[in-house]
Each structure stands twice: as structure tokens, then as C-alpha cells.
């Protein structure tokens, strides 16, 4: 029985120093290039507006929150990020956005159209 808790707490201790050194180039669990996805999402006009207009009508007691839904892949060379309120019952998503890290261009998804457009063009709809 010491044995084993010995090797679990070795098991542990090495595990979690590999973790730690493996995200030492992160902050709150995101890499350098996921906080600047974020950070330019939450810098966008339409996302201040609608954080603002939420605040003001729920009193404070309701925040736009931005998930980074998918990764870059071989197939999908972007960030999804989702903007969403959690209402209390479900995630409300407010926007769906495309980043792609090489050059930081954004893209905004249409849902109800299943339809993928630049930003001016989404901002002139």
C-alpha cells in the first residue's frame, strides 16, 4: 500500500511539473496567439456595443463571454471564436467569428445563412 501511494504521488508530482513547464508561455490557460484571437474580438465595435447595450439592460448582471470553439486544423486554418451570454438557462450566442492567425484577418459567420463574410461586408448587411 505505501508503494503505491509513493508511485501515485511521484506519478502526480512529475505530471504536473511537465504541465507547468509546457504552459509557461500561457496566460489563464491560453497561448500568446489564442489572448490576441480574443483580445481582437473583444476590441470589435459591434462586440463593445452589444456588451454595453447587455450590461445596461440586465443592470450589470449579465456579460458577453468569448470561447474559443475550434482550433486551427489542417482543414480549417482559423480560431471559431463564439460570443455568447449565458441568459441563466443556456448560452445565448451572439456572434460567430473566423480568425486566422496569419495576418489576424476576420471573418463573421452568418448562422441563419450559413454563410461565411469579410467584416466590411458583414457591417454594410
Known sequence: MKQFVIILLLTITVTSSCFA????????????????????????????RRQNYLEKQTKGKRHL???IWEKPSHKRPYYWVKVSENNGYFY???FNFYVYPKGMAIKYYDIAFEKLMSLSRWRKS
Not at 508561455?25 to 476590441?43: L, P, Q, R
Open 21 to 48: 513547464q509546457s504552459t509557461r508561455d500561457t496566460i489563464n490557460g491560453f497561448s500568446n496567439i489564442e489572448n490576441k484571437v480574443m483580445d481582437t474580438i473583444a476590441k470589435l465595435p459591434e462586440v463593445k
Open 65 to 67: 463571454q468569448f470561447v
Open 92 to 94: 445565448h450566442t451572439h
